[in-house]
């Protein structure tokens, strides 16, 4: 949009969505295919566009991408290319009324004349939760790396976050941490649960055949992990502690740590990536519970598997503290250590949970609510430049 342009347009706001990249299955990638649901006549801006590594959905909605992605090896390896997404985000010019940004880090320095309303996953990991982000394993080349460019990546970060114009959270935790990094006091607006059609739920061979007779339990025959296989997420806490169990467990993602993990897991685990909504709905419906360990913004597979009446085992941390009920629609365990998830399922397994109340639980968290709250958010910027 040229300066000269009116901000608000005669027929109402132009809106358009901002997203760091679109290279991989995620909360974050979800909360955008929900935005595009509240706006569904809104452009998607993104640095990166991988199409075969993200959800399906976005084939059918209007990506708009820079020359550069057509570097394969960048879409493939983005977190190697840090030192240069600055100058990358910022050569992005959205021409709107108002942004509505999805940023776990980049996004929200997206230039545009119009409005710029940021809905924060989290204050980049990288700069903030450095350990947590590179994990245990994390090379002395990564590690010096990033301590050579934290300084100019954190004055760029900043410089970002004040060109937000509004500032969203998308749970407590986060907002704590968006006031910390940036001294932003922001709104907490929960992203919603998306729900399949029980029409449309797959049932998954591979699963069928390895749970064998087991598989007709109604009360579910397995625990269910979903998440991507980075090193804050702790799965090899929960695959330790089911190693060589007479339990058996199904871990849905993939990431850095998959070869790890692989290595790592017994014969009654079982690792699969890449599935679709109702293939991943199948296991939420069939399992005992979701397990997780992770340190999450935003706890959003218990939410996922409460749509089924499958309550949730999680780290007593983060966003799950916003979207689990204790002992109504899941329990907690304190630390992400094989012992502490082993003992937890322990203590799962002798406790009953009622499938209509995790259900009922899950209601507030619709695609509804999250619609009104971001209209709602977009209305009020509208409002201030009239």
Same mark, same amino acid.
């Given at each position: ?52 590594? =993200? ?116 749970? =407590? ?92 897991? =017994? ?120």
């Amino acid at each position: 949009m040229s300066p000269e342009r009116p901000l608000i347009s005669t027929n109402g706001p132009r809106i358009a969505i901002a997203h760091d990249y679109l290279t991989q299955l995620g909360g974050a990638e979800k909360t955008v295919l929900n935005m595009s649901k509240a706006f569904p006549d809104a452009p998607i801006y993104t640095m990166l566009y991988d199409p075969d590594a =993200t959800f399906p959905e976005f084939r059918d909605l209007d990506v708009r991408v820079p020359t550069i992605n057509k570097v394969r090896a960048l879409r493939k390896h983005h977190r190697a290319a840090l030192p240069i997404f600055p100058l990358l985000a910022q050569s992005i010019f959205v021409d709107a009324d108002v942004v509505v940004t999805s940023s776990s880090g980049w996004a929200h320095g997206f230039r545009t004349s119009g409005r710029k309303l940021v809905y924060c996953h989290s204050p980049a990991r990288w700069l903030y939760q450095s350990e947590a982000y590179l994990g245990d394993n994390a090379g002395a080349v990564a590690r010096m790396g990033l301590r050579a460019t934290s300084g100019y990546l954190r004055a760029w970060d900043r410089k970002a976050a004040s060109s937000g114009d509004l500032y969203l959270a998308n749970s =407590t935790q986060i907002k704590g941490r968006i006031a910390d990094a940036y001294g932003i006091d922001a709104q907490v607006v929960f992203p919603p649960v998306s729900t399949v059609a029980a029409d449309d739920v797959e049932p998954i061979a591979e699963v069928l055949d390895w749970l064998g007779p087991a598989a007709d339990d109604k009360d579910g025959s397995f625990y269910l992990v979903v998440s991507r296989l980075l090193p804050y997420k702790n799965v090899d806490a929960i695959v330790r502690a089911f190693a060589g169990a007479d339990r058996r467990l199904v871990v849905v993602g993939r990431g850095p740590q998959a070869h790890r993990l692989h290595a790592m897991k =017994t014969d009654n685990v079982m690792m699969l990536s890449d599935l679709s909504d109702g293939a991943l709905a199948w296991l939420y419906k069939n399992c005992k519970a979701i397990i997780a360990a992770s340190y999450e913004d935003y706890g959003l597979t218990p939410l996922e598997a409460g749509v089924w009446g499958r309550p949730a085992v999680a780290l007593r941390f983060g966003g799950f503290l916003d979207t689990i009920h204790e002992d109504v629609s899941g329990m907690y365990f304190e630390e992400p250590t094989a012992e502490a998830v082993g003992a937890a399922v322990d203590r799962f397994e002798s406790m009953k949970f009622d499938a209509d109340k995790v259900r009922n639980h899950v209601q507030q968290f619709s695609q509804e609510v999250f619609s009104e709250r971001l209209h709602a958010a977009v209305g009020d910027l509208v409002a201030r430049t009239g």
